[in-house]
């Protein structure tokens, strides 16, 4: 038996050993990139645990002391103190140019100066020599500050001394600051309050980047604004205004002149001292720059002019036929003359043989120059063939207010390519090096996650930072690295289509012949059909594209033979080790943890294999997988492992033998953008970015994953083209549930008469044959019970089963380029409808229909959810009216065959004439046919936007722009029922702003969630409070719920987030007790390792909001966080604040506890081997104290967090990913670890929170994984769908199965009769049996290898003759497989 | 050559006030990363010949404009601080001939431009690259960092690596961060000091101004006799150099094929 179950990769059972030995290795745990171990001298670090940062725990180490300059005492000159801080450290050397030889020349005054950059104020003994040097300073200047938490400590300190100070100069910065700004008698104190026209220029736009474009146009419009100025205090203004100009201007000189102006006018020493200063230098506030050209340009044909007549380039570069690739760059760092970082990418680009024009803008909004410069004012063409955007920032708005539309209005008009590059801006180059975080997370909100907003690519970090001149300069790997990716993009837009080489990569997860191109809701192979068919059509070249879509699958996994009987997929390439030796530069660094290629994977002993196969131009390859999948030791104790050599050889093989033009992968999701490597901001050792070495990377990626394409976009510079999932349908009723249904019914009509209670006995025996026992109180069969109580039981069982029959589940496969037809939209639609809308003043459906009928649709849902027999029935119809009603409308907006037509035209025309709206029509020969005709319209007028979205057809279309080189509209990944703006497809996914959430509205559910978990738990545990409660936060849940998740954890725990002038969340506050009504319940939160990537500021403010309540001076029995946290301090001997670490998740560049990978392999012993898994892989903990120490292993604290545990938790996000659709979920479940890890060996409760519907439910677990079970694996119409998409539906029915064995091992959660039932489904039903077999072998193999591990693992008790027939069909199908004929 | 002339052109509102002053007026503060380029308040500009092609420029090769001033350039500052060991000193001044070999813009801006090196001729930077190497033995000078360069195949990080421009960081992963100027850099000629190390080339600006130096027709052949033996000890020295890509840029370069 044991033989019989064990995949390949089960190891031999003396394992236990092994790994206790192993887990004395830090070697192996920690070390999780390679390391050459060759002759380095002090190769013996790679031992050590090294933390990324040392000191502070900050991300950065610099100090302030390399700014300051004090100045050697003369002839009894006052002194002058100056105290800065800035975000642009670009100020730095300009500054100290200028105070350095202000001292050397200046005979009226001696400059003292000292510089902070707003990051380093973070720092405790930092800002207490900040302030200190505030008190005997004569100006301070601020620049830039608009990070919350820096801002109000600038404020704080600099508000004491603001009286005594001579002068306070702020520069465009968030209000709180601006506020100091005093010179004189002028002072921005009112600043937001007054009505003096001075301050509405500021107020003028609310929206967008006006601020610091408005204190530009401020600057323009000097003389207009000092005429509504009493003129004494002119002179003070129009001083202010020189200073803002002296400042945007940057140079050393200019600065000189500043200091001059403003210590002679206000500095008392100085009083009566006559100090001459010059007008500032005023440079364009817009224009073109080239380090070479004579001047700076205002218009591009001049530039052009120039450019042609240059003398050290040649006729190529200079000529029509060389690619443009436009630059966008900050013009502070021109004027400042900290430039060098941009002179290395224009060197790398002219030296490559591309032309560029390099623009720059002084303000915040960029979408003007960019259309101004680099758009053809005559033929409206781009005059660029790529564009990259040197500045990190978002186009328009930087540090800002950010205006989104804007950008990719102005973008979209250009068309072409946007990478948006970053210099390092919070740290040093050697800060970042060291981090396994990478970037500083301010930066990746700032400059990696808004960027993306506009649609902006690739976050290269081109540039480092020098720590003691603080300025930028190029990192010549990187610069190199974008620039030829640049010019890669540029060539898309210039080759023809019949010369352009495209590699469509597919995957094969878990590695097995079964699952050769899987991808989430996608027929992958009829996806690549179809647009092969369509490229073909478009000009480029797929020659010897066989017939059909089968045809193309045999192809590549051998021939037909090769589902039963091949060892290998079809080899594309054969590469020998040495040729792989020189096209793959980091071939030997893989070599730490695969040894010498060409190793055992994607090998035939002598050369590495690439399986795929070449179509013309076009050539499908399947992408290698990670290789440790079976391997237990590398799971459980890899933080990551490298690349195997068969991988590295499939990305050079596309790269420099094919030498594909882009490469598209194909569907959600592959593994190179999980390689290992910094979080965001790729290294030159990081393997994503070695990987996809310079090939563009499009990416199709399901529009219901926002996460994970966001991940595909930081890490492997994707462009991620979005699918739509398969149109939903109800779950419907089947079998016994169908007959359930029928008798209610029948009981309604007839419970008065005589036959009530004979009915009611039926009800109930089908009830029980059916398991409904577990989720209804059912009382005995044939017992008497009341009229009332009878109605009650009618009405649970009828709401359960209206549960199950409204449940949306994606049928079927997608395929790319083929949309659902309008029906098929209909129960989307009628879920989209039934959610409220007050931002659009939209009411659901639900909500008008019981209005007309006198109700309140939250009574009905709650009346409903309590088994009210009258409820049940009314929510019922309801539900029936709903669908009757979008149906009607749908029909009529189609045409005979089904399409949609002109939804606009239509709708006005139905509009037009009120009788004639067919929802109206339907609903008048119905109970609801008073409902209000003015929600009706708008809401229809809403759905009808939707539809049309919905049956667009954009995935096609955006890919061949991609390929054409071409902007690729962005657009938010997510729930299209939640939030329509996912529609149409075929957008550039982003995610959003990580400091947008959590929103009031977010919040507001948040809590509904939380009270009704509570009390469940209290109604499930003898009415106590749980104490402390396990959950998980997932990435893609928090996108598409602007933060539901996050702010259920801030409300267990009893505080709200604090919004900033900018609606960013940046801050907590605790809620009273008396307020919150109830303890404040401890948690243990467990971030998985996408959303730790995406949103590591939310983790620092929850670590911060834990700590803050563990201090909270209150009793422990109102604060369980408190109670724990003095308990753990003491146990540990630690203070409270550091064992108050609730916040845990993977380490750096590792995601997911593989133990999900252990179970999809078979690969596991026992299911403490699995919780040790899930230990050592997520009991990283990040801290708001050291965050630059990234996340750090601390599994004590996180065991005796978990040991406190009464409940598990956790979100489903969306109706089309349930419990068994994915393997996460129970990938991150703790429920029987906790039980271990409780004193008391107590099982905790779990609960499923499923907030996809307007009526938001909290149901434990087990409830959960029935009603999955129920509507999917066992669910006729779900199966038959997945079957009818051949080879891969079988994978996905297998893959349900397996994933249902993943609940048992991690959460004992499983019913019997789940696995019972399936057994008769899919095997005792010898049609089925013969259907799943022949169609995919492989899969079913697995099918029946799961079935037997369930039993052999306990989790599936059944007959001897069940298990006896499942051996049968196991070595049947082997002898199959294996090509032996009985 | 036309300079800020054509800004007030384009620009009549700029017309009353200053000119940008860029950075290359004031003495730069203390910098890491190489090599900031030192001011050059020299005036001194060159008399080249103008008999050399250039890789880059298919027009005509003359420069006479950037070099129609006098004064043929010096060499004897630099002799003489190489010939006392003053590689300090030797390196500054090696950067100061550079941009004013150059030619005038270089000299404005304050460094080379790398399109710019195709005007600097051949024997001045012969002339240069030979008193490197008569004072150090061999060890220093354009060369032989040309040789190092090409024998791991014109990758910048191992050739920064290997002429100790770059230093190893001690993390998980082999990582290399750039050598901090001037204080980690060696000045003394000794065994310890890597072969190649002076003098320094600045690396803020990527590697393209290296590149077109190492690349010039200068330094074409020079290192023929000194190709032998060693070459493919280096662990990468195999790699990439064989598959063709590289454009052939010394017709007197013999590739080893030896492992």
Same mark, same amino acid.
């Given at each position: 038996?044991?033989?019989?179950?064990?995949?390949?990769?089960?190891?031999?059972?003396?394992?236990?050993?092994?790994?206790?030995?192993?887990?004395?290795?830090?070697?192996?745990?920690?070390?999780?990139?390679?390391?050459?171990?060759?002759?380095?001298?002090?190769?013996?670090?790679?031992?050590?645990?090294?933390?990324?940062?040392?000191?502070? $725990?900050?991300?950065?180490?610099?100090?302030?002391?390399?700014?300051?300059?004090?100045?050697?005492?003369?002839?009894?000159?006052?002194?002058?103190?100056?105290?800065?801080?800035?975000?642009?450290?670009?100020?730095?050397?300009?500054?100290?140019?200028? =105070?350095?030889?202000?001292?050397?020349?200046?005979?009226?005054?001696?400059?003292?100066?000292?510089?902070?950059?707003?990051?380093?104020?973070?720092?405790?003994?930092?800002?207490?020599?900040?302030?200190?040097?505030?008190?005997?300073?004569?100006?301070?200047? $601020?620049?830039?500050?608009?990070?919350?938490?820096?801002?109000?400590?600038?404020?704080?300190?600099?508000?004491?001394?603001?009286?005594?100070?001579?002068?306070?100069?702020?520069?465009?910065?968030?209000?709180?600051?601006?506020?100091?700004?005093?010179?004189?008698?002028?002072?921005?104190?009112?600043?937001?309050?007054?009505?003096?026209?001075?301050?509405?220029?500021?107020?003028?736009?609310?929206?967008?980047?006006?601020?610091?474009?408005?204190?530009?146009?401020?600057?323009?419009?000097?003389?207009?604004?000092?005429?509504?100025?009493?003129?004494?205090?002119?002179?003070?203004?129009?001083?202010?205004?020189?200073?803002?100009?002296?400042?945007?201007?940057?140079?050393?000189?200019?600065?000189?002149?500043?200091?001059?102006?403003?210590?002679?006018?206000?500095?008392?020493?100085?009083?009566?001292?006559?100090?001459?200063?010059?007008?500032?230098?005023?440079?364009?506030?817009?224009?073109?720059?080239?380090?070479?050209?004579?001047?700076?340009?205002?218009?591009?044909?001049?530039?052009?002019?120039?450019?042609?007549?240059?003398?050290?380039?040649?006729?190529?570069?200079?000529?029509?036929?060389?690619?443009?690739?436009?630059?966008?760059?900050?013009?502070?760092?021109?004027?400042?003359?900290?430039?060098?970082?941009?002179?290395?990418?224009?060197?790398?680009?002219?030296?490559?043989?591309?032309?560029?024009?390099?623009?720059?803008?002084?303000?915040?909004?960029?979408?003007?120059?960019?259309?101004?410069?680099?758009?053809?004012?005559?033929?409206?063409?781009?005059?660029?063939?790529?564009?990259?955007?040197?500045?990190?920032?978002?186009?328009?708005?930087?540090?800002?207010?950010?205006?989104?539309?804007?950008?990719?209005?102005?973008?979209?008009?250009?068309?072409?390519?946007?990478?948006?590059?970053?210099?390092?801006?919070?740290?040093?180059?050697?800060?970042?090096?060291?981090?396994?975080?990478?970037?500083?997370?301010?930066?990746?909100?700032?400059? =990696?996650?808004?960027?993306?907003?506009?649609?902006?690519?690739?976050?290269?970090?081109?540039?480092?930072?020098?720590?003691?001149?603080?300025?930028?300069?190029?990192?010549?790997?990187?610069?190199?690295?974008?620039?030829?990716?640049?010019?890669?993009?540029?060539?898309?837009?210039?080759?023809?289509?019949?010369?352009?080489?495209?590699?469509?990569?597919?995957?094969?997860?878990?590695?097995?012949?079964?699952?050769?191109?899987?991808?989430?809701?996608?027929?992958?192979?009829?996806?690549?059909?179809?647009?092969?068919?369509?490229?073909?059509?478009?000009?480029?070249?797929?020659?010897?594209?066989?017939?059909?879509?089968?045809?193309?699958?045999?192809?590549?996994?051998?021939?037909?033979?090769?589902?039963?009987?091949?060892?290998?997929?079809?080899?594309?390439?054969?590469?020998?080790?040495?040729?792989?030796?020189?096209?793959?530069?980091?071939?030997?660094?893989?070599?730490?943890?695969?040894?010498?290629?060409?190793?055992?994977?994607?090998?035939?002993?002598?050369?590495?294999?690439?399986?795929?196969?070449?179509?013309?131009?076009?050539?499908?390859?399947?992408?290698?997988?990670?290789?440790?999948?079976?391997?237990?030791?590398?799971?459980?104790?890899?933080?990551?492992?490298?690349?195997?050599?068969?991988?590295?050889?499939?990305?050079?093989?596309?790269?420099?033998?094919?030498?594909?033009?882009?490469?598209?992968?194909?569907?959600?999701?592959?593994?190179?953008?999980?390689?290992?490597?910094?979080?965001?901001?790729?290294?030159?050792?990081?393997?994503?970015?070695?990987?996809?070495?310079?090939?563009?990377?499009?990416?199709?990626?399901?529009?219901?994953?926002?996460?994970?394409?966001?991940?595909?976009?930081?890490?492997?510079?994707?462009?991620?083209?979005?699918?739509?999932?398969?149109?939903?349908?109800?779950?419907?009723?089947?079998?016994?549930?169908?007959?359930?249904?029928?008798?209610?019914?029948?009981?309604?009509?007839?419970?008065?008469?005589?036959?009530?209670?004979?009915?009611?006995?039926?009800?109930?025996?089908?009830?029980?044959?059916?398991?409904?026992?577990?989720?209804?109180?059912?009382?005995?069969? $044939?017992?008497?019970?009341?009229?009332?109580?009878?109605?009650?039981?009618?009405?649970?069982?009828?709401?359960?089963?209206?549960?199950?029959?409204?449940?949306?589940?994606?049928?079927?496969?997608?395929?790319?380029?083929?949309?659902?037809?309008?029906?098929?939209?209909?129960?989307?639609?009628?879920?989209?409808?039934?959610?409220?809308?007050?931002?659009?003043?939209?009411?659901?459906?639900?909500?008008?229909?019981?209005?007309?009928?006198?109700?309140?649709?939250?009574?009905?849902?709650?009346?409903?959810?309590?088994?009210?027999?009258?409820?049940? /029935?009314?929510?019922?119809?309801?539900? /029936?009216?709903?669908?009757?009603?979008?149906?009607?409308?749908?029909?009529?907006?189609?045409?005979?065959?089904?399409?949609?037509?002109?939804?606009?035209?239509?709708?006005?025309?139905?509009?037009?004439?009120?009788?004639?709206?067919?929802?109206?029509?339907?609903?008048?020969?119905?109970?609801?046919?008073?409902?209000?005709?003015?929600?009706?319209?708008?809401?229809?007028?809403?759905?009808?936007?939707?539809?049309?979205?919905?049956?667009?057809?954009?995935?096609?279309?955006?890919?061949?722009?991609?390929?054409?080189?071409?902007?690729?509209?962005?657009?938010?990944?997510?729930?299209?029922?939640?939030?329509?703006?996912?529609?149409?497809?075929?957008?550039?996914?982003?995610?959003?702003?990580?400091?947008?959430?959590?929103?009031?509205?977010?919040?507001?559910?948040?809590?509904?969630?939380?009270?009704?978990?509570?009390?469940?738990?209290?109604?499930?545990?003898?009415?106590?409070?749980?104490?402390?409660?396990?959950?998980?936060?997932?990435?893609?849940?928090?996108?598409?719920?602007?933060?539901?998740?996050?702010?259920?954890?801030?409300?267990?725990?009893?505080?709200?987030?604090?919004?900033?002038?900018? $609606?960013?969340?940046?801050?907590?506050?605790?809620?009273?007790?008396?307020?919150?009504?109830?303890?404040?319940?401890?948690?243990?939160?467990?971030?998985?390792?996408?959303?730790?990537?995406?949103?590591?500021?939310?983790?620092?403010?929850?670590?911060?909001?834990?700590?803050?309540?563990?201090?909270?001076? /209150?009793?422990?029995?109102?604060?369980?966080?408190?109670?724990?946290?003095?308990?753990?301090?003491?146990?540990?001997?630690?203070?409270?604040?550091?064992?108050?670490?609730?916040?845990?998740?993977?380490?750096?560049?590792?995601?997911?506890?593989?133990?999900?990978?252990?179970?999809?392999?078979?690969?596991?012993?026992?299911?403490?081997?699995?919780?040790?898994?899930?230990?050592?892989?997520?009991?990283?903990?990040?801290?708001?104290?050291?965050?630059?120490?990234?996340?750090?292993?601390?599994?004590?604290?996180?065991?005796?967090?978990?040991?406190?545990?009464?409940?598990?938790?956790?979100?489903?996000?969306?109706?089309?990913?349930?419990?068994?659709?994915?393997?996460?979920?129970?990938?991150?479940?703790?429920?029987?670890?906790?039980?271990?890890?409780?004193?008391?060996?107590?099982?905790?409760?779990?609960?499923?929170?499923?907030?996809?519907?307007?009526?938001?439910?909290?149901?434990?677990?087990?409830?959960?994984?029935?009603?999955?079970?129920?509507?999917?694996?066992?669910?006729?119409?779900?199966?038959?769908?997945?079957?009818?998409?051949?080879?891969?539906?079988?994978?996905?029915?297998?893959?349900?199965?397996?994933?249902?064995?993943?609940?048992?091992?991690?959460?004992?959660?499983?019913?019997?009769?789940?696995?019972?039932?399936?057994?008769?489904?899919?095997?005792?039903?010898?049609?089925?049996?013969?259907?799943?077999?022949?169609?995919?072998?492989?899969?079913?193999?697995?099918?029946?290898?799961?079935?037997?591990?369930?039993?052999?693992?306990?989790?599936? /008790?059944?007959?001897?003759?069940?298990?006896?027939?499942?051996?049968?069909?196991?070595?049947?199908?082997?002898?199959?497989?294996?090509?032996?004929?009985? | 050559?036309?300079?800020?002339?054509?800004?007030?052109?384009?620009?009549?509102?700029?017309?009353?006030?200053?000119?940008?002053?860029?950075?290359?007026?004031?003495?730069?503060?203390?910098?890491?990363?190489?090599?900031?380029?030192?001011?050059?308040?020299?005036?001194?500009?060159?008399?080249?010949?103008?008999?050399?092609?250039?890789?880059?420029?298919?027009?005509?090769?003359?420069?006479?404009?950037?070099?129609?001033?006098?004064?043929?350039?010096?060499?004897?500052?630099?002799?003489?601080?190489?010939?006392?060991?003053?590689?300090?000193?030797?390196?500054?001044?090696?950067?100061?001939?550079?941009?004013?070999?150059?030619?005038?813009?270089?000299?404005?801006?304050?460094?080379?431009?790398?399109?710019?090196?195709?005007?600097?001729?051949?024997?001045?930077?012969?002339?240069?690259?030979?008193?490197?190497?008569?004072?150090?033995?061999?060890?220093?000078?354009?060369?032989?960092?040309?040789?190092?360069?090409?024998?791991?195949?014109?990758?910048?990080?191992?050739?920064?690596?290997?002429?100790?421009?770059?230093?190893?960081?001690?993390?998980?992963?082999?990582?290399?961060?750039?050598?901090?100027?001037?204080?980690?850099?060696?000045?003394?000629?000794?065994?310890?000091?890597?072969?190649?190390?002076?003098?320094?080339?600045?690396?803020?600006?990527?590697?393209?101004?290296?590149?077109?130096?190492?690349?010039?027709?200068?330094?074409?052949?020079?290192?023929?006799?000194?190709?032998?033996?060693?070459?493919?000890?280096?662990?990468?020295?195999?790699?990439?150099?064989?598959?063709?890509?590289?454009?052939?840029?010394?017709?007197?370069?013999?590739?080893?094929?030896?492992?």
């Amino acid at each position: 038996m044991a033989s019989l179950v064990s995949s390949p990769f089960t190891l031999p059972s003396s394992k236990p050993d092994q790994i206790s030995s192993l887990s004395q290795k830090h070697f192996f745990l920690h070390s999780f990139l390679p390391k050459k171990t060759n002759n380095q001298p002090n190769s013996k670090s790679s031992l050590k645990v090294k933390c990324a940062v040392t000191g502070n $725990g900050l991300f950065t180490q610099t100090t302030p002391e390399v700014r300051r300059i004090v100045p050697e005492k003369k002839d009894n000159l006052p002194t002058v103190k100056i105290v800065y801080v800035v975000l642009e450290a670009q100020y730095q050397s300009s500054l100290s140019n200028a =105070v350095q030889s202000l001292n050397q020349t200046s005979n009226f005054a001696l400059f003292e100066v000292v510089g902070y950059l707003v990051e380093e104020l973070r720092d405790e003994s930092t800002y207490k020599t900040f302030c200190k040097d505030l008190e005997d300073a004569n100006i301070f200047i $601020g620049s830039l500050i608009f990070v919350e938490e820096l801002a109000l400590k600038v404020k704080a300190a600099v508000e004491k001394e603001r009286d005594r100070l001579d002068a306070v100069l702020v520069f465009p910065s968030m209000p709180e600051v601006m506020r100091l700004n005093k010179l004189g008698s002028f002072s921005m104190s009112q600043l937001g309050q007054s009505k003096s026209p001075f301050f509405k220029l500021f107020k003028r736009k609310k929206q967008g980047a006006g601020f610091a474009d408005s204190m530009l146009k401020l600057v323009r419009t000097l003389p207009k604004v000092l005429k509504y100025l009493p003129s004494d205090k002119a002179q003070d203004a129009r001083l202010y205004i020189l200073s803002l100009q002296f400042w945007l201007g940057g140079s050393p000189d200019n600065l000189q002149n500043f200091l001059k102006m403003i210590s002679g006018s206000y500095v008392p020493a100085l009083k009566g001292t006559k100090i001459d200063y010059s007008d500032p230098v005023l440079f364009l506030d817009s224009g073109i720059w080239h380090p070479i050209a004579p001047s700076m340009y205002d218009d591009v044909k001049e530039y052009l002019n120039w450019y042609g007549t240059r003398r050290d380039v040649n006729e190529k570069l200079r000529g029509p036929n060389a690619p443009v690739i436009g630059l966008v760059l900050q013009r502070s760092h021109i004027v400042t003359g900290d430039e060098s970082h941009y002179v290395a990418v224009i060197m790398e680009l002219e030296a490559r043989g591309a032309k560029v024009i390099p623009i720059f803008a002084g303000g915040l909004d960029f979408s003007g120059p960019v259309e101004r410069f680099l758009i053809d004012p005559v033929t409206k063409k781009p005059m660029v063939n790529s564009v990259v955007s040197l500045t990190g920032f978002a186009l328009v708005g930087g540090p800002a207010r950010q205006d989104h539309p804007r950008a990719v209005e102005a973008l979209m008009k250009l068309d072409v390519p946007y990478i948006v590059a970053l210099p390092l801006v919070f740290q040093t180059t050697e800060e970042w090096l060291n981090s396994t975080l990478g970037l500083h997370p301010i930066q990746v909100a700032l400059q =990696v996650a808004l960027p993306e907003l506009d649609g902006g690519m690739e976050p290269i970090v081109f540039a480092g930072r020098d720590p003691r001149t603080g300025k930028s300069h190029a990192l010549h790997k990187r610069v190199e690295q974008l620039c030829t990716r640049a010019i890669k993009w540029a060539e898309l837009k210039r080759k023809s289509k019949t010369q352009k080489k495209l590699a469509i990569t597919v995957f094969s997860f878990p590695p097995d012949k079964g699952n050769v191109g899987t991808a989430a809701y996608l027929n992958v192979f009829a996806s690549i059909y179809s647009v092969l068919k369509d490229l073909e059509k478009d000009g480029y070249n797929v020659e010897g594209l066989p017939e059909t879509a089968e045809a193309l699958i045999e192809d590549v996994i051998h021939d037909k033979e090769a589902q039963f009987n091949s060892p290998n997929l079809n080899v594309a390439y054969k590469m020998s080790v040495r040729e792989y030796q020189g096209l793959t530069p980091y071939a030997t660094a893989l070599e730490e943890n695969w040894g010498k290629p060409p190793g055992n994977l994607n090998s035939d002993g002598e050369n590495l294999l690439v399986y795929g196969k070449q179509y013309g131009n076009v050539f499908i390859g399947v992408q290698p997988t990670f290789g440790y999948e079976g391997d237990p030791m590398r799971l459980l104790f890899s933080k990551s492992a490298s690349p195997h050599h068969g991988f590295a050889a499939y990305y050079s093989f596309v790269e420099k033998i094919f030498k594909a033009d882009a490469v598209l992968h194909f569907g959600t999701h592959g593994s190179l953008e999980f390689m290992p490597g910094k979080q965001v901001g790729m290294s030159d050792v990081c393997y994503p970015d070695s990987l996809i070495g310079n090939i563009p990377n499009v990416y199709y990626y399901a529009a219901n994953n926002p996460s994970e394409a966001t991940i595909a976009k930081r890490r492997s510079y994707a462009n991620t083209i979005s699918y739509l999932t398969p149109p939903a349908e109800n779950a419907g009723l089947y079998k016994g549930l169908k007959q359930l249904s029928e008798l209610i019914s029948s009981y309604q009509s007839l419970k008065d008469s005589g036959r009530g209670q004979q009915i009611v006995n039926s009800i109930i025996s089908t009830a029980k044959q059916c398991n409904l026992d577990k989720d209804v109180q059912l009382p005995d069969e $044939g017992e008497e019970i009341s009229a009332k109580e009878r109605d009650l039981v009618v009405g649970k069982v009828y709401s359960k089963i209206m549960e199950i029959e409204s449940r949306l589940l994606p049928c079927g496969l997608h395929v790319i380029g083929e949309p659902p037809s309008a029906m098929e939209a209909v129960a989307t639609l009628v879920n989209i409808a039934a959610l409220d809308r007050p931002e659009d003043a939209i009411i659901s459906l639900p909500a008008i229909l019981a209005g007309s009928v006198g109700r309140n649709i939250e009574d009905v849902y709650r009346g409903s959810d309590k088994g009210i027999l009258k409820d049940v /029935e009314l929510l019922r119809q309801i539900t /029936e009216a709903s669908r009757g009603a979008i149906s009607a409308f749908v029909e009529r907006t189609t045409n005979k065959k089904g399409q949609v037509v002109d939804v606009a035209d239509k709708l006005s025309s139905i509009l037009g004439f009120g009788i004639n709206e067919p929802w109206i029509q339907y609903l008048s020969s119905t109970k609801f046919y008073r409902a209000d005709r003015e929600n009706l319209r708008v809401l229809f007028e809403f759905l009808g936007e939707c539809l049309k979205l919905v049956v667009a057809d954009n995935e096609l279309g955006s890919l061949k722009q991609a390929l054409e080189g071409k902007y690729v509209e962005p657009g938010p990944g997510g729930d299209p029922i939640r939030n329509p703006k996912v529609l149409p497809t075929g957008k550039n996914i982003h995610a959003l702003d990580p400091q947008a959430i959590p929103t009031a509205a977010a919040m507001q559910s948040a809590k509904i969630v939380v009270d009704r978990l509570i009390e469940r738990q209290k109604v499930d545990n003898g009415g106590k409070y749980p104490e402390t409660i396990a959950l998980v936060l997932w990435g893609t849940d928090n996108i598409k719920t602007y933060g539901e998740s996050l702010a259920q954890v801030l409300w267990m725990i009893g505080v709200r987030p604090v919004a900033d002038t900018f $609606g960013r969340v940046n801050r907590v506050e605790a809620v009273s007790l008396e307020e919150l009504g109830r303890p404040r319940i401890d948690v243990v939160v467990n971030c998985s390792g996408v959303f730790r990537d995406l949103f590591i500021n939310q983790m620092n403010l929850l670590d911060r909001a834990v700590k803050m309540v563990a201090e909270l001076d /209150e009793p422990v029995e109102q604060n369980y966080v408190r109670k724990h946290a003095f308990e753990q301090a003491q146990a540990l001997g630690i203070e409270v604040r550091e064992a108050a670490t609730r916040v845990f998740s993977n380490a750096s560049g590792s995601y997911s506890s593989n133990v999900n990978l252990a179970v999809e392999n078979s690969s596991w012993n026992d299911e403490k081997q699995l919780q040790d898994m899930y230990l050592s892989r997520k009991s990283f903990a990040f801290d708001c104290d050291a965050p630059g120490a990234g996340m750090t292993e601390k599994r004590k604290v996180f065991e005796m967090a978990l040991s406190t545990a009464d409940a598990t938790f956790q979100n489903l996000d969306s109706s089309e990913i349930s419990l068994t659709d994915v393997s996460h979920y129970f990938d991150s479940d703790p429920t029987n670890l906790v039980q271990n890890l409780r004193k008391d060996g107590k099982k905790p409760s779990a609960y499923i929170a499923d907030t996809t519907t307007a009526n938001a439910q909290v149901r434990t677990l087990s409830e959960t994984v029935r009603l999955d079970a129920r509507t999917k694996l066992l669910n006729p119409k779900w199966y038959e769908g997945m079957m009818s998409s051949g080879y891969e539906g079988v994978r996905e029915i297998e893959k349900r199965l397996t994933n249902t064995v993943g609940w048992s091992a991690t959460s004992g959660q499983v019913d019997n009769w789940v696995y019972e039932e399936a057994n008769s489904t899919f095997i005792q039903d010898e049609n089925m049996l013969n259907r799943l077999m022949s169609t995919n072998p492989n899969s079913f193999r697995k099918l029946v290898q799961t079935f037997l591990e369930a039993n052999g693992r306990g989790y599936w /008790e059944t007959s001897e003759d069940n298990i006896e027939r499942l051996r049968q069909l196991y070595s049947e199908v082997e002898d199959k497989i294996e090509g032996i004929d009985r | 050559m036309t300079t800020n002339s054509l800004r007030y052109l384009h620009h009549p509102q700029y017309s009353s006030l200053k000119r940008l002053s860029t950075s290359e007026s004031i003495p730069p503060p203390p910098s890491s990363l190489f090599i900031r380029p030192s001011s050059s308040s020299s005036s001194s500009t060159n008399n080249l010949s103008s008999t050399t092609t250039f890789s880059l420029s298919s027009t005509t090769s003359s420069t006479s404009s950037t070099t129609s001033t006098s004064q043929p350039i010096s060499f004897d500052a630099l002799q003489h601080h190489l010939s006392t060991q003053n590689f300090r000193q030797a390196d500054e001044e090696t950067r100061r001939l550079l941009i004013v070999l150059a030619g005038e813009a270089a000299e404005k801006r304050g460094y080379v431009f790398f399109s710019e090196v195709q005007f600097i001729s051949e024997a001045d930077l012969i002339a240069i690259d030979d008193l490197w190497k008569q004072y150090s033995s061999n060890r220093f000078g354009y060369s032989v960092q040309k040789r190092l360069w090409q024998k791991v195949d014109k990758d910048f990080t191992k050739f920064f690596l290997k002429v100790g421009w770059m230093k190893k960081l001690d993390t998980e992963v082999e990582q290399y961060n750039y050598r901090a100027f001037p204080n980690e850099f060696m000045w003394e000629l000794n065994d310890e000091t890597p072969e190649g190390h002076l003098p320094l080339t600045n690396a803020l600006r990527g590697t393209q101004l290296l590149n077109s130096i190492l690349s010039h027709p200068a330094f074409e052949g020079q290192e023929d006799d000194e190709e032998e033996g060693e070459v493919g000890g280096e662990d990468g020295a195999v790699k990439g150099l064989r598959d063709g890509a590289k454009p052939l840029s010394n017709k007197f370069f013999k590739p080893d094929y030896s492992f």
